[in-house]
């Protein structure tokens, strides 16, 4: 019987040998965060349903809590995890003889694991590190490295520069990103990024929706089902994202999820736009956009923002009017929020259910 294995271990060679012993097994790996209490972590471990078996070609169960925030396993196999590192180093160009990568995002996150598991399939040197130090991953910088994968909040702590290529996962990318930093767009379920700068990886279907502008994605490296059997796909092999964009000449822009637009006084207003030009103001460290309940407008917009120097934060008339010259001004925050920090998922993604 093949079993589904946890592998409740730091960033490191050690991780990599469990990986690669439960895969020569024939057993599919359940990644777990060594940094979660023991009560979520045998809640985890129930929901993943580690006494049932898993099925032949399965290499990874992925826990991902969605937009419901119940826990989800999804399921891929050796041929979507192959699928995904092949299309991902044909993009990049990826050469094992002159080509390091280095994995310092959480494991237990697809954006952490699939830097190990791409570089276990393509024999690529790999580098692994417990979790994003700066001063680490300029030494490893040092050492040869030359490909990482971080989130945005990472990217402004070191010195891109030292890297032939970064890609860029998670939240949204700031406005302005260095030339060797590729902005990638995916999910746990098509098995990391499949859209790098708004153009598909080989292989790779992106529609969207002319009614409601929902992203679809379908190809090779999408999960085979969740681990309780269900499969989101459709008919037709679609993955429905939930998120919302347009696809102009091939290239794909990435508006938000269908639930965090904000309707004020009739207008439209995405978050993610509006936290880009933002993000790129000096006096601005982050920025969250949300809506809140108006009885004018039925929401405003709000900016919450950790400022960049709390002596001299933003004005509302600041943001106003950077939003205003670009995106109009039902777009620009009606308010302003200043907090010392965001709430954020282990990939840097905002809670915004949670400001």
Not at 26 to 42: N, Q, T
Not at 173 to 184: D, I, K, Q
Request: aromatic share 4%.
């Amino acid at each position: 019987m093949r079993r589904l294995v946890p592998i409740e271990l730091p960033g490191g060679p050690g991780f990599v040998d469990a990986l690669r012993r439960a895969w020569d097994d024939g057993d599919a790996v359940l990644p777990v965060d060594p940094r979660l209490p023991r009560p979520a972590v045998e809640s985890l471990l129930e929901a993943m349903r580690l006494d049932q078996p898993v099925d032949d070609g399965d290499a990874l169960v992925v826990a991902t809590s969605g937009t419901t925030g119940e826990a989800k396993g999804v399921v891929l196999t050796h041929h979507a995890v192959r699928a995904s590192a092949v299309a991902t180093s044909d993009r990049l160009q990826v050469d094992p003889l002159r080509d390091t990568w280095l994995a310092c995002l959480p494991l237990a996150h697809v954006g952490g694991l699939a830097v190990v598991t791409r570089a276990l399939v393509t024999n690529t040197p790999l580098v692994v590190q417990p979790g994003f130090d700066a001063v680490a991953v300029a030494r490893a910088a040092d050492d040869g490295v030359t490909l990482v994968s971080l989130v945005a909040t990472a990217l402004h702590r070191i010195d891109a520069a030292r890297f032939r290529v970064i890609v860029l996962g998670g939240a949204t990318p700031p406005a302005e990103l260095p030339s060797n930093v590729v902005s990638t767009y995916g999910m746990t379920e098509t098995g990391s990024g499949v859209v790098y700068d708004g153009v598909p990886l080989d292989g790779v279907d992106v529609a969207v929706d002319p009614a409601s502008r929902e992203i679809a994605l379908r190809g090779p490296m999408l999960l085979r089902c969740y681990r309780d059997g269900t499969d989101p796909k459709d008919a037709d092999g679609w993955f429905w994202t939930g998120d919302v964009g347009s696809l102009d000449g091939g290239r794909l822009q990435v508006f938000g999820r269908v639930d965090d637009m904000i309707v004020t006084g009739g207008e439209n207003v995405w978050p993610d736009p509006v936290e880009a030009m933002l993000s790129a103001l000096p006096s601005v460290r982050e920025v969250a956009v949300i809506g809140r309940d108006d009885e004018q407008w039925g929401q405003r917009v709000v900016a919450v923002v950790v400022p960049s120097d709390p002596a001299a934060p933003p004005t509302l008339d600041e943001l106003r009017s950077t939003v205003k010259e670009r995106l109009g001004p039902w777009a620009a925050p009606r308010a302003l929020e200043l907090t010392a920090s965001l709430p954020r998922t282990a990939l840097g993604k905002i809670r915004r259910s949670a400001i």
